[in-house]
C-alpha cells in the first residue's frame, strides 16, 4: 500500500513588498524667494544710497589720499608722501588746535547748562514744559548758515549788535572777528546756543527715566535737592553725559559753516579761525590738492577716534561706572 508523503514543511510567508518610496518634494525655494523678495526690495533703496553716497565716497576718498590729483589732470602715485607731509604741516596742526579751542570753549559750558535745564523742564514746578521743549529744540533744527548770519550781525567789528551795546554803557568796542580769542568766542557761542536745546532734551529724557523711588527714598533720609542732584542725578547720568560728550566731539571737530560764513576761507586774521574742516575744503576745492584734502580728512577721522576713546576712559571709569 503506497504511503502518501506528507509534507511537513511550514508554509512560505509571503512578505509585503516594500511600499513604493515616494519622491521627496522638491523644495520651494522659487516661493521662499517671491515671499521674500518685497522686504529686500523695501530696504534695498537705503542700502543702495548708502553704497553711492556713503560707502563708494569713502573708499575714493582713501584711494585718493595716496595719489596727488587736481580734479582734471591724471592721477600721480604718490605712496605715504600725502600723510608724511600732514604730520610736518604747521597749519594742519594749528588747525587742531583752533578745533579743540573751540570745541572746549563750546562744549564744557553746554553739558552744565543743558543738565540744569533738563534738571528745571523734569522738576514739577515748571509749568508749560512743551512750550519751553520746543523753544529750546528749535535752534538746533535752523539753518546753520542763518544762524551764522544773525550771529555776524551780532559780532560784527563796526556795526555789531554787541558793539553797539557796549558803547551806550561807556565802554570800549571790542574786535570780534579779528582777534583770535574773541573770534573762537563768537564761533562757540553760535555753536553753544544751536546745540544747548538738543543736548538739554537728552538729559531730560535721562532725568526721567531714573526711578522716582530713589528720590523719594532720599528725601525720607533727609536729603536736599542740591544734594539729591550731584548725588543721584549726575551719577545716574553718566552713560547719557557719555553719549553727549562722544556726539559733542564728533561734530565739535567737523565744525565748517560758522567759521566759513563769519571768517571766510582763510579763517580770519592769523588763521585764527580756521578748523580741520574748513582748512579741508581749502586745500580741496580752493587749491585744488584733492589728493591731500582725502589725507586731511583721514587724519580728522583718526584725530575723532582718539578722543572719543579719551572721553570715554575720562567719563566712564573703572569703579565709577554708573
Known sequence: MAM?????????????SPAPVSARPPLRRSNTFWRVLPLYLSVAPFYLLFAIFGLFPLCFSLYLAFHKWDGIGAMKYVGWNQFAYLLTDTYFWQAIVNTLEIWLLATLPMIGISVVLAFLLASPLVQRKG????????????????IALVFGSLFSNQFGLLNALLTSLGLSRIAWLSQPWSMKIAIATMILWRSIGYHALIFMAGIQSIPVSLNEAARIDGAKSTQIFFHITLPLLRPIMLFTIVTSTISGMQVFTEPQVLLGNDGGPGRAGMTIVLYLYQQAFGSYHFGYGAAIGWGLFVVIVLFSLLNWLLVQRPGRRA
Not at 506528507?6 to 509585503?16: L, M, Q
Not at 512750550?131 to 542763518?146: E, G, K, N, Q, W
Request: aromatic content about 14%.
Open 131 to 146: 512750550f519751553y521743549r520746543v523753544a529750546f529744540f528749535l535752534p538746533h533744527i535752523t539753518s546753520v548758515v542763518a
Open 4 to 16: 502518501s508523503v506528507i509534507d511537513s514543511s511550514p508554509a512560505p510567508v509571503a512578505t509585503p
